[in-house]
């Protein structure tokens, strides 16, 4: 079986991810997941009610469930699934896990970018985000990493995704996450 691909957008809170994820469904010649912790969060798999009620501590389960996540990534792929993924790589910890669990996997790493002032504009119109998350997302998580494609989200997303395939179509090896492993 031929392991999956994956496209893995990294990109702060409320830049575009899943929008861009959506577009790069549609264009995409090939069937991809699109695999995020939201879907994960609003399927109902976590007991959010009763985080939410204080039953649980979220900050005590978060360690668990990101390792739960990066993990689950290498196993959907070797089954042979094509995965968009979206993430917040909040550490250089975080980086280094997947970069160490994905490094048999064809990953074409993209970081999506947004001006702070659209990024807080649309933290405060979600209303399902906390105040502040975009802009230290925004400051910290593209400064450890190295990235295949760099986008700006203020650009149209179906834009985007025409660049993004362009760019994943004439990928280069070592990519960013396999130089990323061995340095």
């Known amino acids: 079986m031929t392991p999956g691909r994956i496209i893995f957008v990294n990109g702060a809170s409320s830049a575009g991810k899943s929008t861009l994820a959506r577009a790069l469904q549609r264009q995409l010649d090939q069937p991809f997941w699109h695999v995020s ?6 399927s109902g798999m976590l007991p959010m009610d009763r985080i939410r009620a204080g039953d649980f501590a979220w900050q005590a389960m978060r360690p668990a469930f990101f390792r739960g996540f990066h993990n689950c990534l290498p ?3 070797a089954a042979g699934n ?3 993924v979206e993430h917040i790589v909040e550490t250089p910890a975080w980086l280094a896990d997947l970069t160490r669990l994905l490094r048999d996997v064809d990953v074409y790493f993209v970081g999506l970018h947004c ?3 659209e990024l807080e504009r649309r933290e405060r119109e979600r209303g399902d ?3 502040g998350d975009a802009r230290r997302d925004a400051e910290t998580i593209h400064s450890f990493v190295t990235y295949d494609l760099e986008l700006d989200s203020s650009i149209s997303a179906d834009v ?3 660049t993004l395939i362009a760019g994943w179509k004439q990928r280069r090896h070592p990519s960013a ?3 990323m492993v061995t340095a």
Not at 37 to 42: N, Q, S
């Open 129 to 131: 985000r906390t105040h």
């Open 75 to 77: 196993a959907i792929a």
């Open 177 to 179: 996450f396999q130089r």
């Open 115 to 117: 001006p702070l002032a």
């Open 160 to 162: 985007n995704a025409t």
């Open 82 to 84: 094509d995965l968009i």
């Open 37 to 42: 912790i939201d879907h994960f969060r609003d």
